[in-house]
């Protein structure tokens, strides 16, 4: 990868970037490794991979486990927070939308999650960034924590970061909240009509038990299905929007490393969220099988 | 837009473009008032010259100047024109935007086309990598890439069509595996047809508008990669893409105590939500157009 790393490390934003000599750098490149044939560097970086060492990370001079292990959470939060968001209120408004079909209220719906839906997720950050934290002051503008603050309960801390984190997922949330939406709408509009929901209400059940129970459980393996295979889109749309919130996870972390060509960091960072994904993928198939026992072999 | 199908007579063509300019009745108004957002921005990327009075790359006034007579939109930090430089960075997008989706629409169409046909093992195979490539978190992928790469259109260009060919291949190897079972296929095929014969006359015309809608949906997710790598500061510096001028914008200490977002930033980013939601509605109609059946249940954002 064009860019030397050592450029960066003599010098930070702003300063005089003075050149190592000559010794000095061959005396780094010994100690991280660089200074070995492609093939045995690659061989050894696999062995480490396996002894759960990912390297040392060449601007901060930390291991690049610990650096992703303090970062992890917060981009999994974040991510979390928007399947969860999402997912409920989507199948809250595609309900509520499929209830009322085709009159007002299910129009505006439709138009507002069509037009959201297409917006991509860091200008949508950035709008809410400029007009909701700048603007307005309503919330904080970057971080996930105020530091400096003194001892506080536990309680104060999480409404805290709540309050940090209610942007960037709002953020992420909406990108996703259109597919959802839509989703949940269709299933529950060629439901209804059907004939055991007729029956369903002529024994006397009520309307919700007859909408969770029997309506939304269709939605479920497909609401599943559409969750996992965005997972790939909403980790980088969480990337950016973590660089539009400055909130401190990978995704932050992974631009940084990128502008100071910190190779292991970037590798470290980038096996760990590639590695997440697809195993999450992989759990998706083991939680088909529990959905719905009639899925075969070989679908999806 | 014409269709170019190659060996068919002039006849054909004509009956298929009037064909296409009746289906333009079907399109809804908000299909309409995306075509003509659409052909808005793409006139402003070809007479970007006549449309502009200061230059898009040099510095013409004070900086940072809100918008007046002189610089309608304002000026940036290094005191650039705003228009000029909304104007030519409409070209970065249309061309990032077009130039992918048609690399990786012809690529991922051939694959799917060859998949689908071929079966067995080479289909699985390829089903595979797709399936792959489908999951993978393509993002943190193309910030790799595009740093590995280096700055430049061309390597954006190239790490983005990298990802966007699986896409095109899927659907139209979906397509092909049915078209395939129909009768006429198949008798061709003990006729004696062999594959070009059948992929140039049965196949290829089946295909070509699920292949169009996957273009103009890939442009539209092309065009906001391309951004989203230009706000990260991994894309082409010396293009002025709106990407790009946001990603000065965020960059700017201050940035948020001050009035200079309500040009500097607000123009960019209305300008890429304009293309992106055109393109999108575009697509939509012509989905419904192209193939009535997977209307509402397929599409709706990916």
Not at chain 2, 88 to 115: H, K, Q, W
Request: proline share 5%; glycine share 10%; hydrophobic share 50%.
């Amino acid at each position: 990868m064009p860019g030397d790393p050592f450029l960066f490390l003599s010098g930070d934003q702003g300063e005089q970037i003075s050149a190592y000599s000559d010794e000095q750098i061959r005396q780094y490149k010994a100690c991280y490794g660089l200074d070995q044939p492609i093939f045995r560097s690659y061989l050894s970086y696999l062995a480490d991979l396996f002894r759960g060492r990912l390297g040392q990370s060449l601007y901060f001079n930390e291991s690049v486990g610990h650096i992703v292990l303090r970062r992890l959470p917060w981009t999994v939060f974040l991510v979390c927070g928007a399947i969860l968001f999402s997912t409920v209120l989507g199948t809250a408004l595609g309900s509520l939308s499929a209830f009322y079909r085709n009159r007002l209220l299910d129009n505006v719906l439709y138009g507002f999650m069509m037009f959201f839906s297409e917006i991509p997720a860091f200008l949508i950050g950035l709008f809410f960034l400029f007009v909701f934290a700048a603007s307005l002051g309503l919330f904080p503008l970057s971080g996930a924590l105020t530091s400096f603050s003194p001892d506080r309960s536990v309680v104060q801390v999480l409404k805290d970061i709540i309050h940090h984190a209610v942007l960037p997922v709002a953020a992420l949330s909406l990108t996703r909240l259109g597919g959802m939406y839509l989703l949940v709408r269709n299933i529950m509009i060629s439901i209804i009509p059907k004939a055991y929901m007729r029956t369903a209400r002529a024994k006397g059940l009520s309307r919700y038990r007859i909408f969770i129970r029997h309506g939304l459980r269709n939605a479920l393996l497909p609401l599943t299905t559409r969750i996992f295979m965005s997972l790939g889109t909403l980790v980088g749309g969480a990337v950016l929007v973590e660089n539009v919130f400055a909130y401190p996870g990978l995704g932050l972390m992974i631009s940084q490393a990128v502008m100071v060509h910190d190779y292991p960091l970037i590798q470290g960072i980038f096996l760990v969220i590639t590695l997440l994904v697809l195993s999450a993928n992989l759990m998706s198939e083991v939680l088909y099988r529990v959905l719905d026992p009639r899925v075969k072999d070989g679908e999806g | 837009m014409r269709y170019t199908l190659p060996g068919k007579n002039l006849g054909a063509r004509m009956e298929q473009m009037n064909r296409f300019t009746k289906n333009l009745h079907y399109f809804s108004p908000t299909g309409k008032a995306g075509l003509i957002i659409l052909s808005l921005f793409f006139l402003m990327a070809v007479f970007s010259a006549r449309l502009t009075t200061h230059p898009h790359d040099v510095s013409s006034g004070k900086a940072l100047m809100p918008p007046c007579f002189d610089h309608v939109l304002g000026t940036d930090d290094i005191g650039v024109d705003l228009w000029s430089q909304l104007v030519y960075g409409a070209r970065i997008s249309l061309l990032v935007g077009f130039l992918t989706a048609g690399i990786s629409g012809c690529f991922g169409a051939l694959v799917g086309m060859f998949a689908g046909y071929t079966g067995g093992w080479m289909d699985r195979f390829f089903m595979r990598i797709i399936d792959g490539m489908m999951v993978l978190p393509d993002l943190p992928v193309m910030i790799v890439l595009a740093a590995f790469f280096g700055p430049g259109l061309a390597q954006v260009i190239l790490v983005l069509s990298l990802f966007s060919w699986v896409f095109t291949a899927r659907i139209v190897r979906s397509r092909v595996l049915v078209i395939k079972q129909k009768e006429y296929v198949i008798y061709a095929r003990i006729s004696g047809a062999g594959p070009v014969y059948l992929m140039r006359k049965h196949l290829f015309p089946e295909v070509l508008p699920l292949v169009w809608v996957s273009m103009i949906r890939l442009a539209g997710k092309a065009i906001v990669a391309e951004a989203g790598l230009s706000f990260l500061g991994l894309g082409d510096p010396t293009s002025r893409s709106w990407g790009l001028i946001i990603y000065h914008a965020t960059r700017f200490p201050g940035i948020y105590y001050t009035r200079f977002w309500t040009w500097w930033l607000l123009y960019p980013f209305l300008a890429l939500s304009g293309m992106v939601l055109a393109l999108a509605f575009v697509c939509r109609d012509l989905e419904t157009l192209a193939d009535p059946r997977m209307n509402q249940k397929i599409s709706g954002g990916v």
